[in-house]
């Protein structure tokens, strides 16, 4: 018996179908080893070495698999293909005690194809990717064990930090108050509705002289309007062009994080979890066990030969040779991806969305068939659309030339435009209108009227998830195995909450924000999460990772000891509720208490009003004093000697 260890349930049915009768595939269901939950377990004095202990609730299968192993002529080790999966591999190999040897086998899709190519050429367990992936663990446990006892210390009991999830929280709290000390600067939009030989259209204001300006308030918009509402408007310079718009690359995690939170309304930890299982397989009636896409966890937007004159054979056959450019299309990768991967595509091109469509979830069919879309469409040809780019001079009479644009853009020819629309579109600045006008340079133009608008400048946006995503993988942060987690211990922690698509930093995340900067600021500076991220890659490439740790240790601890040494401390504002207090007539404020938040009165201690629970909005029958929910979720009545219950 030959033996196969994954890490899922789900990938060993998958490949447990196209490997056969002589092999067994069995799940470790992840990490089997780990650092202990109550204690640092780090040997600070020799060398950062980390203690690894068996999770709990994972012996009873690391007996099975031991079981197992003693019985296998050969145990060949299938974790995820990247630095988390080597090593898990490492520590099934260490608990198990398989011997060293050709036992890692790695795959980048699960197709009958590439599980038993894989498993025809094994290797050796890459030991620089390990110690990348110890380095990280090690490095993230001092920061989080070091730093989480401060901000219980000077804020409140049970608060967290973390080395990626606290920067991440930083560009929340930074964009919140940008947005607040936002201040609006007054413009003006002017608009020239124009008309020749029947056909209408509308002209944006542009320039003096040739030279860009926009309209700062109202008094020089009349400066405008006097000048040219009874003048001549002469189109003085056109531009006309065929601009060509090439696809997006297929997805890495990042974009289908980002493409899909905005067009499905999903949070980033459900679309992971929903790619997860199309990359590991699942129950497909009338198909079995079917894995759909590839590994999910990638910054690459690189695609294997293969996959790509799939590609080009798919859309000579369904769209014609005009949909296929003359050569494949290949992207450029970022400078900080690692490139371990493939992008995100589908193993097969035959099975199509269509085929799914009544047998998968609305959601695992709107995230397979977005990742389908947007591979195909990665190797068609370019759109192509006819633009125009019309100046128009407005001699004034006070002497200055006063410029008006017309822009515009039509689509001539669909390209990839016909499988996949673009998230954004690509910067361009034209207008697109279903026609363009039909004018020629020295042609007069007819004003009709002059149409113009107050505005004010806007604060940048709030971070949605999809947007905190493309920050993060902007600014380095994080890789892409982490955007989502980071995404949910936020919320967890009550650091930030959702009003309605964008991330909202709460009072008690600016407090934790506030403190780290005080005593940490470098720690969770985002130029330093990035070039951290950088001397991780170095340890893949093979540096001594303990060299890393010992680096940074030093200066860190010193800071740390610095902030308990200091005894100030942190009062989180109250929050005030809707509920009024019924003895004062006071609005109450939520607090939080041991056994989770509660009302109690902001005029304590002349007023001790409180109710030990969250209020329901009902009135008691028994008394007419407030109802609340216990902490055991039990409706009772606020006034403890009432004893109602419902």
Request: with cysteine.
């Amino acid at each position: 018996m030959k033996l196969v260890i994954v890490e899922s349930p789900s990938k060993a049915k998958t490949i447990g179908k196209y490997l056969g009768q002589e092999y067994r595939v069995k799940a470790s269901g992840g990490h089997i080893s780990d650092l202990p939950q109550k204690k640092l377990g780090i040997d600070i004095e020799n060398n950062f070495q980390p203690e690894y202990v068996i999770n709990d609730d994972k012996k009873k299968a690391i007996a099975e698999l031991k079981s197992l192993v003693k019985d296998a002529e050969i145990v060949y080790l299938a974790t995820d293909p990247d630095r988390e999966g080597e090593a898990i591999s490492w520590h099934l190999k260490t608990v198990l005690g398989i011997p060293d040897g050709e036992i890692r086998i790695v795959f980048n899709e699960i197709s009958k194809k590439a599980v038993n190519n894989a498993i025809s050429i094994p290797r050796y367990i890459n030991m620089n990717l390990v110690n990348a992936q110890q380095a990280r663990r090690v490095l993230d446990r001092l920061v989080g064990y070091k730093l989480s006892p401060i901000l219980s210390k000077k804020i409140k009991s049970g608060l967290s930090a973390g080395r990626v999830q606290s920067v991440a929280l930083r560009m929340l709290v930074d964009r919140e108050r940008e947005i607040r000390e936002f201040v609006p600067q007054e413009y003006w939009n002017l608009f020239a509705h124009l008309k020749d030989a029947g056909q209408k259209f509308k002209a944006g204001f542009e320039d003096i002289n040739g030279k860009k300006i926009k309209i700062p308030d109202r008094a020089t918009l009349d400066v405008i309007l006097n000048a040219t509402e009874k003048s001549e408007y002469l189109v003085d310079n056109i531009k006309e062009a065929v601009k060509k718009v090439m696809p997006q690359p297929p997805f890495t995690t990042s974009t289908l994080q980002q493409d899909a939170t905005i067009k499905f309304s999903m949070s980033a930890p459900q679309v992971m979890q929903i790619a997860q299982q199309l990359y590991e397989g699942f129950e497909i009636e009338g198909e079995g066990h079917v894995a759909l896409v590839t590994y999910i966890r990638t910054d690459s937007v690189r695609v294997s030969d293969d996959a790509m004159y799939e590609a080009r054979d798919y859309i000579n056959a369904k769209y014609g040779n005009s949909f296929l450019p003359k050569y494949p299309n290949k992207f450029k990768q970022k400078d900080s991806s690692q490139d371990a991967h493939e992008a995100i595509r589908p193993i097969s091109l035959e099975v199509t969305p269509d085929s799914l469509r009544n047998k998968l979830t609305k959601n695992h069919y709107n995230i397979y068939k977005l990742i389908y879309d947007r591979f195909v469409a990665s190797q068609m040809a370019a759109a192509l659309y006819n633009t125009l780019v019309a100046h128009i001079a407005v001699s004034g009479n006070d002497g200055n030339i006063y410029g008006y644009a017309v822009k515009g853009r039509v689509l001539k020819f669909a390209g990839y435009t016909a499988v996949y629309a673009d998230l954004v579109s690509n910067g361009d600045d034209e207008e697109n209108s279903a026609t363009l006008p039909d004018i020629k340079e020295g042609q007069k133009l007819e004003l009709e009227k002059l149409v113009y608008e107050q505005k004010f400048t806007k604060p940048p946006m709030r971070y949605s998830e999809a947007s905190l995503v493309k920050g993060m993988e902007e600014n380095g942060i994080g890789r892409p195995s982490t955007y989502a987690s980071i995404i949910s211990v936020l919320a967890k922690r009550t650091y930030s909450e959702k009003e309605g698509k964008y991330m909202v930093p709460t009072v008690l995340g600016e407090a934790v924000i506030d403190t780290l900067k005080k005593y940490f600021e470098d720690i969770i500076d985002l130029k330093f999460t990035a070039n951290m991220e950088k001397e991780l890659d170095g340890v893949e490439d093979g540096r001594e990772w303990q060299l890393l740790i010992k680096d940074f240790y030093p200066k860190f601890i010193t800071k740390v000891l610095k902030a308990h040494r200091d005894g100030s401390q942190v009062k989180l504002a109250d929050e005030e509720s809707d509920v009024v207090c019924e003895k004062c007539g006071s609005k109450m404020v939520i607090k939080e208490g041991r056994f989770g938040k509660f009302l109690a009165c902001p005029n304590y201690p002349d007023c001790k009003n409180a109710y030990w629970g969250q209020p329901t909005g009902d009135k008691c029958p028994d008394c007419g004093s407030l109802l609340i929910k216990d902490k055991t979720g039990q409706t009772v009545c606020s006034d403890k000697g009432c004893g109602y219950q419902a």
